[in-house]
């Protein structure tokens, strides 16, 4: 199965995506659209924020990376890529209704985005298809402010956000797809974040409690990876492949125009 449209997460950037184009390359059939953008991940800040001492390392980065351009996203396509908004520079503080600390030191450097959030429209033959592509920190990591949990609920709310029209007219179309490193059923995390964006009314569930990642125990199967078309969209199928990317299966949906 070839997908249409690919999200692909965790692949490293590079200004003039040589990266991306030889991956591309390599398939054996090459899509005619690529597209990435600079990520957080890597991006420092000049701020100690794990606080040990030491300046310039992976988890003193806007989103953790252990050099620019680490861990970014990337979109392949068999359809022209249109208008982007690139959301990855909104201020965490910056968010309705925002979880993050008050006395967080870093209230007018820290974005919001761990790697991206990305409105990309693509061009299909009938009309445009919005994609909300992000991929969110796992809520782990941290210790008892619980940093990381507050900015992954934060991250995967933001959509609903940009639904609300709190950063413009939101789009009608569209498909919110990536990795939200939360589970509404087990492990870590403010599940109430992922349980909210689920049952949003405007939003088709079409995977309800599939695993999509598997982790040694105590870990075990978590369901992060979405793909979530809005109810404007038929879904026609969906599925998740039985081929592992690390713990990452991936997720796919097709979706039709509604009539």
Do not use: C
């Amino acid at each position: 199965m070839t997908a249409d449209v690919l999200l692909l997460t965790d692949i490293d950037y590079d200004r003039d995506l040589h990266a991306l184009n030889a991956l591309n390359d390599r398939l054996t059939a090459p899509y005619p659209h690529v597209f990435a953008l600079r990520p957080n991940s890597g991006m420092q800040t000049g701020f100690d924020v794990d606080q040990n001492g030491r300046l310039g390392e992976a988890r003193d980065a806007i989103g953790y990376g252990r050099f620019n351009g680490d861990g970014g996203m990337a979109i392949l396509s068999h359809f022209p890529i249109g208008t982007v908004t690139d959301y990855s520079d909104v201020l965490w503080a910056d968010l309705p209704q925002s979880l993050m600390a008050k006395d967080d030191p870093l209230q007018n450097i820290q974005r919001l985005s761990t790697v991206g959030h990305w409105q990309v429209e693509i061009s299909t033959p009938n009309h445009p298809l919005t994609l909300l592509a992000f991929s969110a920190t796992p809520p782990v990591f941290d210790g008892p402010e619980d940093r990381n949990g507050r900015r992954n609920a934060d991250e995967i709310q933001f959509w609903q956000r940009v639904l609300n029209g709190d950063f413009g007219p939101p789009p009608n179309d569209f498909v919110i797809l990536g990795i939200a490193n939360l589970d509404p059923d087990r492990g870590e995390g403010r599940r109430e974040a992922i349980i909210d964006l689920l049952n949003d009314p405007r939003i088709h569930e079409p995977l309800p409690n599939q695993p999509t990642a598997h982790w040694p125990e105590p870990i075990g199967e978590l369901r992060v990876d979405i793909v979530l078309p809005s109810t404007t969209l038929t879904i026609h199928n969906a599925g998740i492949e039985d081929t592992p990317i690390g713990p990452h299966r991936p997720v796919w949906v097709d979706v039709l125009s509604a009539p």
